[in-house]
């Protein structure tokens, strides 16, 4: 089985930082960060593909990056310049495919169980 686990989360003040990781059991090719606000979609922030390849959310491209160790199974997101509009849950997704896009959501079918990050004003 595949099993995905988030860690890193946390309360932190507008412009802090936060960084994300995230161990899988396995490899898969396709990993990234998704999050979701109450009363909000799930919505991608950021994939990395097996040749290192990176897609952003538009809202964080620039602040936050995104990256994997060397073995390929452990997943970690730098958030930099954090803002009130980036609290929700985060969860740790993959899919095993040749293609890795931000969404749809439902495209990544391996969950972590979410770490929540909360950027106060």
């Known amino acids: 089985q595949v099993q995905l686990m988030e860690s890193g989360g946390g309360s932190v003040q507008a412009g802090g930082s936060l960084r994300l990781s995230c161990a899988a059991s396995v490899y898969i090719r396709c990993m990234g960060w998704f999050r979701q606000a109450p009363g909000k979609e799930r919505e991608g922030v950021a994939i990395?593909?097996?040749?290192?390849?990176?897609r952003y959310l538009y809202s964080v491209a620039g602040r936050f990056t995104i990256s994997r160790d060397a073995a390929k199974t452990t997943l970690s997101l730098q958030m930099n310049s954090l803002k009130p509009e980036d609290t929700a849950m985060y969860y740790c997704a993959a899919r095993d495919g040749s293609d890795c896009p931000l969404g749809p959501t439902t495209l990544y079918v391996y969950w972590g169980q979410g770490t929540q990050v909360t950027v106060s004003s």
């Open positions: 990395i593909d097996s040749a290192g390849v990176r």
